[in-house]
């Protein structure tokens, strides 16, 4: 838990900085609001609630929003095809860079889930791959389009499977 916390500040961009002093100065300005306004209790729970709310979703929910616009990108998968004499899958895709931006790196990822007939399951089952594999691209220009091929390996299992493919740039 420890190296997944420093990991994260680690990666942390000024955008993330700018983004999470704003909503800080935020939640003071409608705390202050609030305890100025306290002789109007309705408003005053209101700027509290509103002070409160911001504190707690404007960080989760500013974050990814940035950085789905600021690193925004996109995979296709391209084939899967397992191995007849191994245990493992080849998965070909590309991944292309829609930002305005360069790309340090791109990790992507190809996920594989179990099938099923109900729709609810293979839904929720989207969000707990038996089997993941990642791979790194580096230096990846605004536009550019990069083919790239993962092995899932060992991939034992012998029902019906999906793999989708997603990809986290900086």
């Not at 509290?48 to 709310?53: I, N, R």
């Not at 109900?118 to 990846?140: A, C, D, G, R």
């Not at 899932?152 to 999906?162: A, G, Q, S």
Request: net charge positive.
């Amino acid at each position: 838990m420890n190296s997944k916390i420093t990991l994260f500040i680690d990666g942390l961009i000024k955008w993330d900085y700018l983004l999470f002093g704003s909503v800080f100065v935020l939640f003071v300005l409608f705390i202050i609001l609030g305890i100025v306004l306290r002789k109007k209790l309705i408003l005053a729970v209101l700027f509290l609630l509103l002070g409160f709310s911001i504190l707690l979703l404007g960080p989760t929910l500013g974050y990814m929003k940035l950085h789905e616009t600021l690193f925004k990108n996109s995979t296709l998968l391209e084939s899967q095809k397992r191995l007849q004499f191994s245990e493992a899958v080849v998965v070909k895709g590309s991944v292309t860079n829609e930002s305005n931006r360069d790309f340090k790196e791109c990790k992507i990822t190809a996920s594989a889930y179990a099938l099923s007939s109900n729709k609810l399951k293979n839904y929720l089952k989207k969000f707990k791959p038996f089997k993941k594999m990642s791979i790194i691209e580096t230096n990846i220009a605004k536009s550019e389009t990069r083919e790239f091929k993962i092995i899932v390996e060992p991939f034992r299992y012998t029902k019906d499977y999906n793999i989708s493919l997603g990809a986290d740039c900086r």
